[in-house]
């Protein structure tokens, strides 16, 4: 329709009808986006110095490079980390213990105490945290932090909706893979080889799980279980959208951002308890988008090296691979 101004001029008006826009069109949008976006470079981590192994430990770590990565991502110290002994292996910690990787921490951004909603979706896959590879761990984490910063509170079947455990060939660790058209986060660090070999254990406690999950905690390492008939909220659409709308490329999780988020998340669920860390000014940088408004809205028909692989086919499902 158009109609003609006083100068003679002929103005087209454009009449948006409800359900006009193709409700792909956002995710498409996105994969197109994700091309054209230079993605940043990986945070610096401490360099590990050439100690000499500890004499009959299984692993790498060594305990002055602990304290350097305690120090460098600010764990607290009430988290006890003990190295492995002679006959200890990555897959059986002792009791009391779960197995943790320097990568975790230092290359996935990992935080103590880990969120009951991370030990919740590992259980329903079975599987101990330590099982997962390190872009499988980047995916919660990237997810479990955008969903702090738009004052959003994810639950296991959001996560469960948005990524699946895809067995590593020859071994019994897993990667979570993005669902088919549910990616969130690209571009992962692609020097992760032999990451395994720095393992040490963490005593599971109040300190380095959040209490009202130890009890389900999964620290000895299980076999993979695939749900056939995943969950699919009525609002996980509306909830990927929104987290994809800010920066999607693991270089942007600086580990500054993450605490910043951690300590946003903390400040709302406990406002009286006292953050560590973070000042006030930081914390107030976040505004929480209001995602109950969104989905009313949603509902209305009127309303290091950084490798930036392409998502692959693997078992009908979307993933980066580790190399």
């Not at 809205?297 to 392409?310: A, F, L, M, T």
Request: hydrophobic share 35%; aromatic share 10%.
């Amino acid at each position: 329709m158009s109609h003609a101004t006083s100068n003679g001029e002929t103005v087209v008006k454009t009449k948006f009808v409800a359900h006009s826009v193709d409700p792909k069109e956002p995710d498409v949008y996105w994969m197109v986006t994700c091309g054209q976006v230079v993605p940043p470079t990986d945070s610096w981590s401490p360099p590990k110095p050439g100690n000499d192994r500890v004499a009959g430990c299984p692993s790498y770590s060594h305990p002055s490079y602990l304290e350097v990565i305690r120090h460098f991502c600010r764990v607290p110290d009430a988290v006890e980390f003990r190295l492995p002994r002679a006959g200890e292996r990555a897959d059986s910690p002792p009791d009391g213990y779960f197995t943790c990787n320097e990568a975790h921490l230092l290359c996935c951004r990992f935080w103590f105490p880990i969120p009951e909603v991370i030990v919740q979706v590992l259980n329903r896959y079975e599987l101990s945290i330590s099982q997962l590879m390190l872009t499988g761990l980047q995916h919660l984490v990237g997810i479990v932090v955008l969903s702090y910063e738009w004052g959003m509170i994810l639950n296991d079947d959001c996560l469960e909706a948005l990524l699946a455990p895809v067995a590593v060939p020859k071994s019994r660790m897993c990667r979570l893979a993005p669902r088919p058209r549910m990616g969130i986060i690209k571009g992962f660090a692609s020097n992760t080889h032999s990451f395994w070999e720095h393992f040490f254990f963490v005593r599971i406690d109040s300190a380095s799980v959040e209490e009202s999950c130890i009890l389900f905690f999964r620290s000895q390492w299980g076999r993979k279980e695939t749900n056939i008939h995943p969950p699919f909220p009525e609002d996980i659409l509306t909830v990927r959208n929104i987290v994809r709308g800010g920066t999607y490329f693991w270089g942007h999780f600086s580990p500054e951002r993450v605490r910043r988020a951690v300590a946003y998340n903390r400040s709302q669920l406990q406002p009286d308890l006292p953050v560590e860390g973070e000042s006030e000014t930081d914390i107030e940088e976040f505004v929480p988008y209001d995602i109950l408004g969104e989905r009313e809205r949603s509902r209305s028909p009127k309303k290091k090296q950084i490798s930036v692989e392409d998502y692959g086919a693997v078992d009908g499902l979307e993933c980066l691979s580790d190399e």
